[in-house]
Nanobody
Framework: QVQLVESGGGLVQAGGSLRLSCAASGLGFNTYSMGWFRQAPEKEREFVSR????????TYADSVKGRFTISRDNAKNTVYLQMNSLKPEDTAVYYC?????????????????WGQGTQVTVST
């Protein structure tokens, strides 16, 4: 049974930092690209970042570029999202996902497995 479990969310003031983790089990972790998505209240879920299987390539949404860093530790079956200089508009539930490499990494349909999400709230 595949499980993706996110942690590290919470309440932080604008300008602060959080580090999200996503621990995977039940799948060949190093055979999957990993992505982070987020969903703000009353908005569609949106792509945040992705990292390829060996970590050689990373991609970011324009809204987080330069502030967020994705990384992975294949020995620990874990993917991370370091979030710095947080803004109130970063407030959302953050989801990690496992999927195939490909040009449509920004699309939810590219991903086979999803975590339950972790809430990030950024106050002014």
């Amino acid at each position: 049974q595949v499980q993706l479990v996110e942690s590290g969310g919470g309440l932080v003031q604008a300008g602060g930092s959080l580090r999200l983790s996503c621990a995977a089990s039940g799948l060949g972790f190093n055979t999957y690209s990993m992505g982070w998505f987020r969903q703000a209240p009353e908005k569609e879920r949106e792509f945040v970042s992705r990292i390829t299987r060996a970590g050689a390539r990373t991609t970011y949404a324009d809204s987080v570029k330069g502030r967020f860093t994705i990384s992975r530790d294949n020995a620990k079956n874990t993917v991370y999202l370091q979030m710095n200089s947080l803004k109130p508009e970063d407030t959302a539930v953050y989801y990690c996902a496992a999927g195939n490499s490909g040009p449509y990494y920004y699309s939810e349909e590219q991903y086979n497995y999803w975590g339950q999400g972790t809430q990030v709230t950024v106050s002014t």
